[in-house]
């Protein structure tokens, strides 16, 4: 075990509820900062994260720097768990309410469950993982739908969700069928591939408004250090630590946290209200991804946000 891993062992609790906090929370940190640009916020929040993991890269670049098969697969998991999904993301989280947000990004456990039963051989979905689909589906709809008639905002932020969860769900399929037994630790490869992300993603940025953000706290405190530094790059160390302290599946229990979270800071701190039909919905995802990781823990890992 690494210092940071052993440290977490001793109150792992404590540590996935701070996890839980952090992802949870970059709901509240992209709400507030929407208006300074969509894509220049992805940017620095990539950007930061990876200053964080800056230390681990050269360690990364030894084992893989003579090999170019490794660039490849890194490629792809920094689109898709990366600059596709922290775009859509951040894009889904403009148009809806933060706990509207947090709680579709439950999503991504069910997207994983059910693109692993159609990609990996060795993963099917049970009757009950089929049901816990429904459930947690149905529970989207629940809480969407009051709000979603005649709303273009409202329905092109739950596509962006989604699309986002999916992104996600690729990535971990992905990693699982093509680096689970390569030469980089999963740190190493997330501290790889955020860097791969903020170049890849620089190109889709639109540096004109820059003259929109200054120094300001909203971009401090929301951008630098909440989604940046906090909320990616410290959230990346946190999770991997408690991955190799009390392994995959107890992390996993961190699922439950972030839609929670979102949704107690979006009432709290912005004064969103809260609905019995968001509750009921929250309850129904919740207990969708309860079900799945009771009958499919082999794959399901936590979310990432």
Known sequence: MTYISRTMARFPWLWLCILGLLWGANFLFMKNAAHLGATLIVWFRLFFGAIVLTPIIPTALKKIIRSPKPWLHLLVMSLSANVLTFHCFMEGTRRLGTGTAGVISGAIPLMTALLASILLPNERLTKLSILGLLLSFSGIVVIMAPKGTGSLDVLSGTGYMLVGALGYAVAFVYARRFLTHGDLSPLELAALQ??????????????????????????????????????????????????????????????????????????????????????????????????????????LPSTKR
Do not use: C
């Open 194 to 299: 955020m860097a791969i992300a903020t170049i890849l993603y620089a190109p889709l940025v639109k540096w004109s408004d820059m003259t929109d953000i200054g120094w300001n706290w909203i971009f401090f405190g929301n951008v630098v250090l909440g989604l940046g530094v906090f909320g990616s790059g410290l959230a990346y160390v946190i999770y991997y630590g408690l991955i190799e302290a009390i392994g995959a599946i107890s992390t996993s229990s961190v699922t439950y946290l972030p839609p929670l979270v979102a949704l107690v800071l979006g009432w709290i701190v912005l004064h969103e209200p809260m609905h019995l039909y968001q509750a009921t919905g929250t309850a129904m995802v919740l207990a969708g991804i309860f079900i799945i990781r009771k009958n499919r823990q082999k794959i």
